[in-house]
């Protein structure tokens, strides 16, 4: 029988590619999102393999109504998220902070305990988090955003707690600069200022973390990547910065 992956976020980027890849290796796709008609074109292509969700992760009555009454969930990939502005906390709109909270933090949690109990009750499956290289290291302008993904990192690793003795992984996947409409979302749809950030480098693709989700959900069944952090070869973690002259 099919397995089913729930994936939150699947119009675009990552998710979007994640969705791409378990339908072509014979896998029933959930897949959420605000933009109804990039779902409903999947459901064109792919047939009933592809059920759409159209939904707004921040949405707590919607996620938990919809998400919740979902049955045998295999693997849920709790991708929808993003980012918002890149000035310094002091100049910050609040809006882009609550909507960066609300989606990375509680849509995602919104999301995993509409989830978790079926998962809990057939003592099978297997959470994959987007978290990011930004929940390891800070940098200027990263903020509320850097704050979010700290907060999956240490969630995920949370519920590896609650979760012990059942049989039932979790896993953060973090990367590091990736082209995807990310930097066309954080940046409001500047398109020039976006295309910039990946401008004489080769960043990570969404199917090199299409293709990772596909390795964490392969790995034997007695085994858990806690953890997976990922960063083209032309980015480092550079360590802290000193100011001079001040
Ligand atoms: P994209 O902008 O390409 O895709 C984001 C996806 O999230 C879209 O499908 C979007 O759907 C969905 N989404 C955003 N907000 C909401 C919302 N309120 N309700 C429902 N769905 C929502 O970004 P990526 O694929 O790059 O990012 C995916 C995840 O990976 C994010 O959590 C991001 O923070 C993380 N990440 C990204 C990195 C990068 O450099 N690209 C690096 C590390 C982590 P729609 O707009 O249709 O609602
Ligand atoms: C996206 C990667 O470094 O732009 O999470 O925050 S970064």
Not at 124 to 153: D, E, Q, R
Not at 220 to 237: G, K, L, T, W, Y
Request: net charge negative; glycine share 10%.
């Amino acid at each position: 029988m099919s397995k089913t992956i729930l994936i939150t976020g699947a119009t675009a980027g990552f998710g979007l590619a994640a969705a791409r890849l378990f339908l072509s290796q014979g896998w029933n796709v959930i897949g959420t999102g605000r933009r109804a008609e990039r779902l409903d074109a999947l459901h064109q292509e792919f047939g009933d393999a592809f059920t759409p969700i159209a939904l707004d992760m921040r949405d707590r009555d919607a996620v938990t109504e919809k998400l919740g009454a979902l049955s045998d969930i295999d693997v849920l990939l709790n991708n929808a998220g993003g980012a918002l502005g890149l000035e310094p906390a002091y100049e910050c709109d609040l809006d882009d902070w609550d909507t960066m909270v609300d989606t990375n933090i509680k849509g995602l949690l919104y999301a995993t305990r509409a989830v978790l109990p079926g998962m809990v009750a057939r003592n099978s499956g297997h959470i994959i988090m987007l978290g990011s290289i930004a929940g390891n290291y800070p940098y200027a302008g990263g903020n509320v955003y850097c704050g979010t993904k700290a907060f999956v990192k240490q969630f995920s690793l949370s519920l590896r707690a609650d979760l012990l003795g059942k049989n039932i992984r979790v896993s953060n996947i973090e990367p590091g600069l990736a082209e995807s409409e990310f930097s066309v979302v954080r940046f409001k749809g500047d398109e020039a200022r976006a295309a910039g950030v990946y401008e004489g480098t080769q960043p990570i693709t969404p199917e090199d973390i299409a293709n990772t989700v596909w390795w964490l959900v392969n790995c034997p069944a007695h085994i858990n990547i806690n953890r997976v952090e990922i960063m083209p070869v032309c980015q480092s973690p550079s360590g802290a910065i000193v100011k001079k002259g001040m």
